[in-house]
Every structure is written in structure tokens, then in C-alpha cells.
């Protein structure tokens, strides 16, 4: 997997996160971004389970046009 960076969100802390990456031989799009808090997730899970194998991250609306420029690369 070959990964590359399409951006970070301008208001990280450090530089950290979230962050938006598109796996160059797959097109999948990899995201970094905060733990939902307990009432959230049970939000989330009211639609349906999360495997354990999986996660649920949240990316401020901020970064709408670094996921688009992901989208459209």
C-alpha cells in the first residue's frame, strides 16, 4: 500500500490530525480524526453495529474541501 497525503485539517494542533490520505493502488481513502465521545457512539450504534474491527472517527466540516480534493484526484 502506497499511501499518499492529500491534507491536514488548518486548525490541528501541531500539525497532528485529522488527516486525509488516498491509497494510490487502491483509491481508498484513509482518514485520521478524533474518538467519538460515549453519547456519539451511541448515536452511531443506534443505526446499526461497529464490528470490533472497525472504527468511527469524526473530521470537522472544515476539511470538506480536503476530502473533495481526495475525491477528485
Known sequence: MALRHVGIDPNSDEGQCPTVWVD???G???FQG???DP???DEV????AVPDYE???RLP???AAII???VNQ
Open 24 to 26: 494510490e493502488e487502491t
Open 34 to 36: 478524533w474518538k467519538l
Open 68 to 70: 473533495a480534493k481526495a
Open 28 to 30: 481508498d481513502f484513509v
Open 61 to 63: 466540516r472544515r476539511m
Open 45 to 48: 450504534k443506534a443505526a446499526g
Open 39 to 41: 453519547t456519539t457512539m
Open 55 to 57: 472504527k468511527v472517527v
